[in-house]
């Protein structure tokens, strides 16, 4: 167990070799490398005012998120690639990501989603790839993917 720790620890490491705080209140919590930003891990309930407009891989997993504000992204139209799992999120408001059009991957593994509103995915025509697994979802509404043609991963 401990050698599994040990080993997480120094790929975590080695993925952030040149990133440094990020500027700005708020956000100086995380860490930015180029466009990416990873608060990963960080102690937030919720998500951190100042998030670079120029974002494109935003790694929000393992923090205490519980809720999401539907313009929390929209100014965030480079987004290439989310992270939210394991958090605490219960719902999530259908403009979610909806200015969000070049998405390619989108992940909320291991929340507490009990229902996904049937068009939170209907902007994000890009996405490769989406993972919802491991929440409190009975089944998923049929018409979810509907716009996301480009899937590959579920
Ligand atoms: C997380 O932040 C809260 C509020 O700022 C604080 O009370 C708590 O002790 C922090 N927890 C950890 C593990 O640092």
Do not use: H, W
């Not at 049937?118 to 509907?146: C, D, M, R, T, Y």
């Amino acid at each position: 167990m401990l050698y599994v720790v040990t080993v997480i620890v120094i790929v975590s490491l080695l993925k952030q070799t040149n990133a440094l705080p990020c500027s700005g209140p708020q956000i100086s919590v995380c860490d930015c490398e180029d466009t990416k930003v990873y608060c990963y891990g960080r102690n937030l309930t919720t998500l951190p005012s100042n998030i670079p407009i120029t974002t494109t891989d935003l790694y929000l997993s393992n923090t205490y998120i519980s809720t999401l504000a539907e313009d929390a992204f929209a100014d965030l139209v480079s987004l290439d690639s989310i992270v939210l799992s394991n958090n605490a999120l219960s719902s999530l408001p259908v403009e979610l990501f909806s200015r969000n059009i070049n998405l390619k991957s989108i992940n909320l593994d291991s929340n507490s989603l009990s229902n996904i509103p049937s068009e939170l995915f209907s902007s994000n025509i890009k996405l490769l790839a989406i993972s919802v697994a491991n929440n409190a979802l009975g089944s998923l509404p049929g018409e979810l993917f509907s716009f996301n043609t480009n899937l590959e991963f579920m």
